[in-house]
């Protein structure tokens, strides 16, 4: 079945130490998007990528880098820039707006909290 | 003022009610989703609109553009509804970050 991987789905990290976040998608999307979720409030945009190479900040990017080297793939690494990154975080992709298709799907989300 | 509210923020009712939850944009959209978050936090997207009235079982959503809301309806509701719903808006596209723009979501409980 086409889907979103997250993994791991819990993550453990020491203050002042980078950490990837994985994000997989089977569905042939052009376009992958990484969220934060912080209790009381709505998800908000971290970075977000509309083709293989090409990726632009969302509305909180700072502390937070991603790469697109494979349709496939978009992977968030979560720096030590990053002042309070204990959060849940959501990976998604969608096609194209054009496409007669088009709609989001999301992925199970990981939990990083900072020990 | 947040582009997206959400009402109400917290809903308890018992199993069989019909249940509304309400979103209210300030900002144009190109569409309206509606999606569901269980406890494990994964979301799942239920409807996705730009006019007009969908339904999916149980689940109805609406929305009128010109007002700029949108209600999700739920009807004969059962404990397993219990989840949190988002409502969330996508801009229309040229400009400024892609992606969308998320209500702060309304927790349901469904008690039996």
């Known amino acids: 079945d086409g889907g979103i991987t997250q993994s791991p789905k819990y993550l453990f990290r020491k203050e002042g130490q980078n950490v990837t976040l994985s994000c997989e998608q089977n569905?042939?999307?052009?376009?992958m998007y990484w969220y934060r979720q912080d209790p009381g409030q709505g998800l908000r945009l971290i970075y977000y990528s509309q083709i293989v190479n090409d990726f632009q900040k969302g509305d909180i990017a700072e502390g937070y880098s991603v790469s697109r080297e494979k349709k496939e793939s978009f992977p968030l690494t979560v720096t030590s820039a990053q002042k309070n990154p204990t959060a849940f975080y959501l990976c998604?992709?969608?096609?194209?707006?054009?496409?007669?298709?088009?709609?989001?799907?999301f992925g199970s989300g990981t939990r990083l909290t900072v020990v | 003022k947040n582009e997206v509210e959400q009402s109400p923020q917290n809903l308890t009712a018992q199993e069989g009610e019909f249940i509304t939850i309400n979103c209210s944009y300030s900002?144009?959209?190109?569409?309206l989703h509606w999606l569901q978050q269980h406890p494990g936090g994964g979301i799942v997207s239920l409807f996705m609109?730009?006019?007009g009235k969908k339904k999916h079982g149980r689940l109805i959503a609406t929305i009128n553009i010109q007002e700029k809301h949108s209600s999700l309806h739920i009807t004969a509701s059962h404990p397993r509804d219990s989840a949190v719903y988002i409502c969330?808006?996508?801009?229309?596209?040229?400009?400024?970050?892609?992606?969308?723009?998320f209500g702060k979501g309304t927790h349901l409980i469904i008690q039996p």
């Open positions: 998604a992709s969608s096609h194209p707006w054009t496409e007669p298709n088009y709609g989001y799907t």
């Open positions: 900002v144009g959209i190109s569409a």
């Open positions: 969330a808006v996508r801009r229309p596209s040229g400009g400024g970050a892609d992606g969308l723009t």
């Open positions: 569905l042939n999307h052009d376009a």
């Open positions: 609109l730009s006019s």
